[in-house]
């Protein structure tokens, strides 16, 4: 089973530059790849709760939720709002908590050391954390380091999504130091996006055999991003399945799917249906 762990889904009112896919295309994407299921990571704001700031995301997986399940955002700046935590998994679709750091009050909060309350209320409900962090190995490793029973995924293997890199080595180094807390994966999406060659992308190999090699393929996941991608969805997917002669076909079972579903406690049977399934490309 292919799994991919982020895609922005659905579409969503706001301008922005990275678009949402709605679930008619999202699942002719998939199909057309071989994609079993998706991660949907919403492009919207937190809300007063999961449900009401993700309505469109999580509607798509308790329609469907053999293909889909979010992680959604949690507004950091609401400290009476962590009762949320104890509960966030008990709404069907939602299997954790998806958070950025790029810039603004989340990164200083960060920084600051001011999140506490949040990883330790998310560590005692057994609520996954995914972490857009980039250049913040250290800061993860020492949030890690407190919360040992806290699942944390970085996004991208940690790159910035807005930077290009001349030495992709040398950028992934720092992650590498992550790999000994054992509560830390990785997420290896977007790949393509930092390729300094075209399909298929050698110039990632190494750098992602250096990732696989200290983490271990079972803290590994391949993901997408699949509308920043510059490449077709098929040639993502085969840039890992067929493109990589380090992952032989035990390790691609873990990398490709069964990895991010374990670790986020994705039942790998709830409801899944075939994609050859008609009913899938039919409106109610």
């Not at 530059?17 to 998939?30: A, K």
């Not at 704001?45 to 992680?71: E, K, L």
Request: hydrophobic fraction near 45%.
């Amino acid at each position: 089973m292919i799994c991919d762990s982020q895609v922005h889904a659905p579409d969503t009112p706001h301008a922005g530059p990275l678009p949402g896919l709605e679930p008619e295309q999202l699942i002719l994407e998939m199909d057309g790849a071989g994609v079993d299921r998706c991660v949907i990571v919403p492009l919207v704001p937190p809300g007063d709760d999961a449900t009401a700031s993700n309505p469109a995301a999580v509607a798509m997986a308790q329609t469907d939720p053999g293909r889909f399940a979010v992680m959604a955002p949690f507004d950091l700046r609401r400290p009476e709002k962590v009762p949320l935590l104890a509960r966030w998994r008990e709404t069907p679709g939602l299997l954790g908590v998806r958070l950025a750091f790029l810039r603004g009050p989340n990164l200083a909060l960060l920084l600051d050391g001011r999140l506490d309350w949040f990883w330790s209320a998310a560590e005692e409900a057994g609520v996954p954390v995914m972490l857009l962090a980039p250049d913040l190995a250290a800061e993860v490793g020492h949030v890690a380091g407190r919360h040992p029973r806290l699942r944390l995924v970085l996004d991208h293997l940690n790159l910035h999504p807005m930077k290009d890199y001349d030495d992709l080595g040398a950028a992934v180094r720092p992650l590498l130091a992550l790999a000994a807390h054992d509560n830390v994966a990785t997420k290896a999406s977007a790949l393509p996006c930092w390729a300094r060659d075209s399909f298929p992308y050698r110039s990632v190999r190494q750098p992602l055999e250096s990732v696989v090699e200290a983490f271990g393929t079972r803290r590994v996941f391949w993901g997408s991003d699949l509308t920043r991608l510059p490449c077709s969805y098929s040639e993502c997917v085969r840039l890992f399945t067929e493109e990589m002669p380090f992952l032989d076909q035990d390790d691609l079972e873990w990398v490709m799917g069964r990895g991010v579903m374990e670790w986020l406690g994705w039942d790998a049977n709830p409801g899944l249906r075939s994609r050859d399934d008609p009913t899938l490309h039919s409106k109610s």
